[in-house]
């Protein structure tokens, strides 16, 4: 099998020409964790969100159904959690394209390699006014140093994003992210600490989302059987229920183990390994929870993960035709569980991983 730890910025740049110009959307997502004056861990994240660049002029979308916008978030998860949304017409942002892209603003910066900004979002805001922001104040000014890639190969390839088959694409150029800077929230002090980031960071596009919706990722992992902590590992576990064109697929999963320089992939577009999918997401009064498990025809995982709910979000989006689908897309950073995987043909036990600092995700279209 071919090595999935391959970067390559072509897929992070910007992909929304042709008929995603006017029906689709392009995020880059980060997520890490940050320390406030106390040394207090605080899983912080932030997204630039571009959709339907055709339309220059700010609009939501919720009423005519044509939104146009560059979006930033900026929140963190917790008990005190936030979700500040804020929006921009596209005319007031540039966007360089090809692999060395970036999105530029008066006040706010994204490129491969740091983000800078600062926002308010007031009571006059049209995400508050609009129900997609919370209230609060931000700025920050973050380096971001990529480790670890996880191309996923066949899905994302250049004929299959020139021909735009896909609903929903992913891309993890920074399945293990180093982030450092710091960061001011309502007038608290946040400072991220490099080797202390267990840092993520992944982009998505297309002209639609995908439901179910589930993401699974974290590189603070301590092997039960090698007993110490792995400073060279991640995994990553994302999808849904992929739809190409009109044509929707059974529940899949991707998913990428990079385990000290070992790399085990469950990946369905690879047909040849025979990859399979069993999972199953469940919630009760305090927490969700997550069970997954995936076999190609060398290895097999099973894995468990839960998140207290007080820690999560609801996080907020809008997709290219203006609705609001998700109304439940739980979102944490500071999950935990743990996961093992087997040789299959005797069952043995290869690595034995508990999880820690847990980004996980999941919702389904609201009825």
Sequence with gaps: MKMFNKHNLSKNSFMLNGSFKRKGYDWWWHSFTAYDEFGNEVPFFFEFFITNPKYKELDLGLKTHKPSFLMVKFGHWGKDHIELNYFLPLKDVYIKKGKDFYVKTDNLFLSEKESKGSFMVDENNIGYINGMSDLGRVSWNIEIDKKISWNVGY????????????????????????????????????????????????????????????????????????????????????????KIYCLALNRKLLSGFYIEGKEYEFNFSKFWTKSRTEFDFKEDDKKVYWYVCQKNRKYYYVANFSCEKDNMIKVRYIDPKGNIKFH????????????????????????????????????????
């Design 155 to 242: 899905g994302t390839s250049s004929l299959f994003r020139l021909i735009k088959a896909f609903q929903m694409y992913w891309h993890a150029e920074g399945m293990k992210t180093l982030f450092s800077g710091e960061i001011i929230l309502n007038n608290k002090k946040y400072t991220i600490i490099k080797d202390k980031s267990y840092g993520y960071a992944d982009k998505n596009w297309g002209r639609g989302f995908t439901s179910p919706w589930v993401w699974l990722s974290s590189n603070n992992l301590y092997s039960i059987n090698r007993n110490k902590k792995l400073e060279n590992s991640v995994f990553d576990i994302g999808g849904g229920r992929p």
């Design 328 to 367: 439940n897309l739980w979102n944490g950073g500071n999950g935990k569980g743990n996961f093992k995987i087997y040789k299959k043909k005797n069952n043995e036990l290869i690595e034995d991983i508990d999880v820690s600092n847990l980004g996980c995700e999941y919702g389904e279209f609201s009825k």
